[in-house]
């Protein structure tokens, strides 16, 4: 049974580096998208990034600029960094597996099937 | 960029059926699929594809789809079932492939 594990600093301060690390552990790193979410307190899930084996990322236009996801596949590890953060980044962030698979000819489905137990970050000055 | 609509709230007597809906026009080529998420809590998938269940997910949970929109149908709802529920997919029309989440429905089991 696949399990995420995250970590990271839960503190930070404007304009810091935001840095989690997700690790994968019991299944393969290969054939998937690893993503990054975020939650702001009593507000909705927001895609941040994703990256796969292979080190190919997509973003989420609004933040593209101040993130970088990678991948340590000798680790079966992936990383978010997010630049100069403010309070708006304040969230509860969580990693996750993400499946893309075509059920039709131009039929798709897309799952974030297993998830990482969420890290709280702060950001105050 | 494509997004996906929900209604914010909605409320059901127990026992009862209630039916989420999202909306969006990635929805025309990708399943929606469905995450329950209760408070302090990860969310968790339960439905994807036509019409699956991950194995655990009740079967009182099903998923529909027409056109641009998808359909989260819970029959009999429990008192476990209150929660916020999440459609998302995948927009993968533009250079840019990406993923959306819709802005979540609450549910209030009464």
């Known amino acids: 049974q696949v399990q995420l594990q995250q970590w990271g600093a839960g503190l930070l301060k404007p304009s810091e580096t935001l840095s989690l690390t997700c690790a994968v552990y019991?299944?393969?790193?290969?054939?998937?998208?690893w993503s990054w979410i975020r939650q702001p307190p009593g507000k909705g899930l927001e895609w941040i990034g994703e990256?796969?084996?292979?080190?190919?990322?997509n973003y989420n236009p609004s933040l593209k600029s101040r993130v970088n996801v990678s991948v340590d596949t000798s680790k079966n590890q992936f990383s978010l960094k997010l630049s100069a953060v403010t309070a708006a980044d304040t969230a509860a962030y969580y990693c996750?597996?993400?499946?893309?698979?075509?059920?039709?000819?131009?039929?798709?489905?897309?799952?974030?099937?297993?998830w990482g137990q969420g890290t709280t970050v702060t950001v105050s000055s | 960029s494509s997004e996906l609509t929900q209604d914010p709230a909605v409320s059901v007597a127990l026992g009862q059926t209630v039916r989420i809906t999202c909306q969006g026009d990635?929805?025309?080529?990708?399943?929606a699929s469905w995450y329950q998420q209760k408070p302090r809590q990860a969310p968790v998938l339960v439905i994807y594809?036509?019409?699956n269940r991950p194995s655990g997910i009740p079967d009182r949970f099903s998923g529909s789809s027409s056109g641009n929109t998808a359909s989260l149908t819970i029959a009999g709802a429990q008192a476990e079932d209150e929660a916020d529920y999440y459609c998302n997919s995948r927009d993968s029309s533009g250079n840019h492939p990406h993923v959306i989440f819709g802005g979540g429905t609450k549910v209030t089991v009464l």
């Open positions: 996750a597996r993400g499946e893309n698979q075509r059920v039709l000819k131009n039929y798709y489905y897309y799952i974030m099937d297993v």
């Open positions: 990635s929805l025309r080529y990708y399943y």
């Open positions: 594809d036509k019409n």
């Open positions: 990256i796969n084996h292979s080190g190919s990322t």
């Open positions: 019991g299944g393969s790193f290969s054939g998937y998208y």
